[in-house]
């Protein structure tokens, strides 16, 4: 008798039936109770209800180096919905240790998120004039630039855990059932404080009057609108795109705010730089200034990036990091190390920013003269098409 009603906890859970979860639960309660196990008993209600539960420690949990989170063990006593077929998880728990302050935002944004934790923290203020703290956050933006850090980082501030959706189990093959996943995934944190997070939003929530998508996609979009509705006021929803003109217009009305994160100008970029350098602890001698001209129109990963190349090249070297090779290093990630291809646009890209066909040639490892060549065909190919 136990093991069937074992298993039909188990089975409530993986259905992401919330009613039925707690029917078993309570059966299973009774059960312990009848056979004279009352101190079982009430241990089971309290677990359910949330009462005397010891949370699990960041010691208890794996810490990714440098991710900014740590991701919910295997085996850690709390149960996520998986998808039906697959088995995969629909989300996985993770405990962001990134604070507001680790991300550059232009100011403008960076008090609309300040307002937005505010409003948080005064729910109770809020709820006795009937006003809802704002719940619903989308964040748009090209890849890189610092959405789902900006999301880690209000998890964090706020003091919550964030259900980090996964798009492999979310979505599904077979006929509604990804409609069923996401009503999954909505009952099981409907009950919770809880920071809910959907990257890669356009995956579920794409025009509706696109001729080349399916009916299915379609249905998991009005799915998606009627769980956004019934979405309690503990969860706070983000959701994040590389692409917002892909969206169905009637997605963006359901979201209280939506912030554009585009690539960072110049001060963001200076800061980020000098930020990087000293966290890695790189001695360089490099112009800042010159530097964070050259990398416009690069992403906040890809300076990150830039500056962990160099670091490691002084690790390897112990050699001060010079601005000869930051230029290098910046060609070789524009070009994704290839062999010659795209090297010669790399260089005019440079050029154009002022740097030397000298300097660029003895860091591509090219004649000045062949290079200074090169790029004046480019460059006098583009004004003709132009």
């Not at 409003?119 to 630039?145: T, V």
């Not at 990257?199 to 799915?223: N, Y």
């Not at 217009?249 to 800061?271: L, V």
Request: net charge neutral.
């Amino acid at each position: 008798m136990k093991a069937e009603l074992i298993a039909n906890i188990i089975a409530a859970h993986c259905s992401g039936d919330e009613s039925s979860f707690k029917t078993a639960v309570e059966a299973l309660a009774a059960d312990e109770d009848k056979k004279g196990n009352s101190r079982v008993s009430s241990m089971l209600l309290d677990a359910y209800k949330g009462k005397n539960i010891t949370l699990m420690k960041k010691s208890d949990v794996a810490q990714p180096a440098g991710g900014g989170f740590a991701v919910q063990s295997a085996g850690s006593g709390v149960f996520t919905p998986r998808d039906k077929d697959s088995l995969l998880e629909l989300y996985d728990i993770i405990y962001p240790d990134i604070s507001l302050s680790d991300v550059v935002l232009p100011e403008n944004q960076r008090k609309l998120l300040l307002q937005i934790l505010e409003e948080r923290q005064n729910n109770s203020k809020l709820a006795k004039h009937n006003l809802p703290p704002a719940n619903r956050l989308l964040l748009c933006g090209p890849p890189g630039c610092g959405k789902t850090m900006t999301a880690n980082a209000i998890a964090h501030e706020l003091n919550l855990p964030m259900a980090y959706v996964r798009i492999d189990g979310l979505i599904s093959s077979y006929l509604g059932q990804t409609s069923v996943n996401l009503r999954k995934i909505f009952s099981s944190v409907g009950n919770q404080n809880i920071v809910l997070f959907l990257d890669e939003f356009d995956a579920i929530a794409k025009k509706r009057d696109d001729g080349h998508e399916m009916g299915e996609l379609k249905r998991v979009v009005t799915a998606l609108l009627q769980n956004f509705d019934n979405m309690p006021p503990n969860v706070f929803l983000i959701a994040a795109t590389n692409h917002e003109h892909l969206l169905d217009p009637a997605i963006f009305r359901r979201f209280n705010y939506t912030i554009n994160i585009g690539y960072p100008d110049a001060k963001q970029r200076s800061e980020l730089i000098q930020r990087w350098f000293k966290d890695y602890a790189v001695e360089t001698e490099v112009d800042i200034q010159k530097l964070t001209d050259l990398t416009a129109d690069r992403s906040v990963a890809q300076i990150k990036e830039l500056v962990i190349s160099a670091a490691k090249r002084y690790v390897t070297t112990d050699k001060a990091v010079t601005m000869e090779d930051m230029i290098e290093l910046l060609i070789q990630q524009m070009t994704n190390n290839s062999n010659g291809a795209g090297v010669v646009d790399a260089a005019a890209d440079l050029k154009a920013k002022g740097v030397s066909v000298r300097t660029l040639a003895k860091a591509i490892g090219m004649p000045h003269n062949t290079l200074s060549y090169q790029i004046n065909k480019l460059t006098k190919g583009k004004e003709v098409d132009e």
